[in-house]
Each structure stands twice: as structure tokens, then as C-alpha cells.
């Protein structure tokens, strides 16, 4: 059974940084890839960034590059390092897996999620 657990979210300043991480277990071999979905109240869902687990190949959105980066590391562990925060990154942020290695946002391709961690960027 694939499991993700995302957490890392929080109440920051604007200008101010936040690392979310996203843990998945159940996974039989590295052809995946893993994404960061966002929402914020009364808007739809942003796929934001995503990563291929066996080589870190990643893609990042127009809205996050410069700001956020993606990477991951050997155990199936994902990370979301945000800079630069803005009041708009504002939002509950999701991961979520796929099998395959093609990078893409689009979440019908996407089968497991994470429960969402909130990430409230306020003064």
C-alpha cells in the first residue's frame, strides 16, 4: 500500500522560507515521479512542481521558479524549499505519486496523495 505523508507547513512572514518535505512508503522501485499540488481557498488546484525520483530530473511552474526548488533524495523522500515567500503562496499544499517517469502536473496522472499541509504566508 503506497503512503505519502507531507508535512513542513506553517505560518511565515513574508520574505520568509519553509521546507516542506513529502515521505512516500510502499513504493517497489523508482519509476515514479512525485508533485507539489497546491490549493488556496476558493481557487483551483496549482500543480506547482514535480520530480522524477530516479534521476531528480524536476519541473518547476512559471508562478514558483526562482523561488522554490524540488528535490529528492534516496529514500523516497521529497522536498518543496520555498524562498521568497509571497501572501499568494498562501495555500494548502499537496504531494502526490505516479508511476512512470514523465514529468507532468496534470493530477488524473497522479494516484496517491498526501492529506495537505497548510502554509499560511502572513505578517
Known amino acids: 500500500q503506497v503512503q505519502l505523508v507531507d508535512s513542513g507547513g506553517g505560518l511565515v512572514q513574508p520574505g520568509g522560507s519553509l521546507r516542506l518535505s513529502c515521505t512516500a512508503s510502499g513504493l517497489t522501485s523508482n519509476y515514479h515521479a512525485i508533485a507539489w499540488y497546491r490549493q488556496a481557498p476558493g481557487k483551483e488546484r496549482e500543480g506547482i512542481s514535480c520530480?522524477?525520483?530516479?534521476?531528480?530530473?524536476a519541473y518547476l511552474a512559471a508562478s514558483v521558479k526562482g523561488r522554490f526548488t524540488i528535490s529528492r533524495d534516496n529514500t523516497n523522500m521529497v522536498a518543496l524549499q520555498m524562498n521568497s515567500l509571497k501572501p499568494e503562496d498562501t495555500a494548502v499544499y499537496y504531494c502526490?505519486?505516479?508511476?512512470?517517469?514523465?514529468?507532468?502536473?496534470?493530477?488524473?496522472?497522479?494516484?496517491?496523495w498526501g492529506q495537505g499541509t497548510q502554509v499560511t504566508v502572513s505578517s
Open positions: 502526490a505519486v505516479k508511476d512512470g517517469v514523465v514529468l507532468t502536473t496534470n493530477p488524473s496522472q497522479y494516484d496517491y
Open positions: 520530480v522524477r525520483l530516479s534521476d531528480g530530473s
